[in-house]
């Protein structure tokens, strides 16, 4: 990185270009996915992550923390969440065998199927709208870049 570079304290012009078409890509890929999960699968956005996390836990539930922690949300967006699937049955909460002032988030045989039907309509989705939208040298490249972007966070946070 060049002296100059480095010392900058804003991005450029064209370093905020870029960041905008990141910004506002990923967040338009984000709002087809979830558009569509709705339209196919009736789940959210909010749904598949939670009911991912679940279906790769062992027994099918997680500690709510653990949970929050998995989809990387607050406590509190999580438990409003949860209250709104335990209603359409796709989850229950069941308090903590091991201690008693914690609860588990289990998921049900409704949310297992559910999550099952949603499974090969969403990643058909990303399959369309983001790998085959790119070459594998790009793909490669993406990844490289996320990487990065992942490992500067992680730096930032643990400070």
């Known amino acids: 990185m ?3 570079r480095r010392h900058r304290v804003l991005p450029t012009t064209e370093e905020l270009r870029v960041w905008r078409g990141f910004i506002e890509t990923a967040e338009a890929l984000r709002a087809e996915l979830g558009s569509r999960l709705q339209s196919e699968c009736g789940l959210s956005s909010a749904d598949y992550p939670v009911l991912l996390a679940l279906s790769e836990a062992d027994g099918r539930r997680l500690r709510s923390s653990q949970l929050a922690a998995e989809v990387g949300w607050e406590r509190s967006r999580l438990s409003h969440h ?3 699937m335990e209603r359409r049955g796709l989850i229950r909460r069941e308090d903590c065998p091991t201690d008693s002032r914690g ?20 990643l058909g989705a990303v399959r369309e709208l983001f790998v085959d939208a790119l070459t594998p040298a790009q793909l490669a ?10 490992d500067r966070l992680a730096a930032v946070r643990g400070r």
């Open 82 to 84: 949860l209250a709104r």
């Open 2 to 4: 060049s002296p100059a």
């Open 141 to 150: 490249a993406a990844d490289e870049i996320m990487s990065a972007l992942a």
């Open 103 to 122: 609860a588990e988030v289990v998921l049900t045989s409704e949310g297992a199927a559910a999550f099952r039907g949603a499974t090969v309509p969403h």
